[in-house]
Nanobody, 125 residues
Framework: QVQPVESGGGLVQAGDSLRLSCVIS????????IAWFRQAPGEEREFIAG???????NYGGSTEGRFTIARDNEKNTVSLQMNALKPEEAAIYYC???????????????????WGQGTQVTVSS
């Protein structure tokens, strides 16, 4: 059973940076696609960034250029570096693991099978 556990959330001011981490336990995920999503109250879950086993990344339109996803298969971790945060980006941030490999990086939450509990990010104006 694959279990992602997120950490690194917190309260920051607009324009600040934050780095989220996801430690994945269980089976090896070396060839799985990993993604970060976020969900604000009353909103749909939104794709932020994903990375495949070749370390190719795909970003949601609102975050590209400010956020960076990276993976370390030896440490079973995936990180999300977030720069220039905006108040509207306050949400619960989730790490998700797809049970399939390949090069495709889906932006759809239903394509991911294993989810962490999330970490809260709050951005004050």
């Amino acid at each position: 059973q694959v279990q992602p556990v997120e950490s690194g959330g917190g309260l920051v001011q607009a324009g600040d940076s934050l780095r989220l981490s996801c430690v994945i336990s269980g089976n090896s995920f070396m060839y799985n696609t990993i993604a970060w999503f976020r969900q604000a109250p009353g909103e749909e879950r939104e794709f932020i960034a994903g990375i495949n086993w070749r370390h190719t990344a795909n970003y949601g339109g609102s975050t590209e250029g400010r956020f960076t996803i990276a993976r370390d298969n030896e440490k079973n971790t995936v990180s999300l570096q977030m720069n220039a945060l905006k108040p509207e980006e306050a949400a619960i941030y989730y790490c998700a693991v797809s049970s399939t490999g390949g090069l495709n990086i889906s932006t759809m939450s239903r394509q991911y099978d294993y989810w962490g509990q999330g970490t809260q990010v709050t951005v004050s104006s």
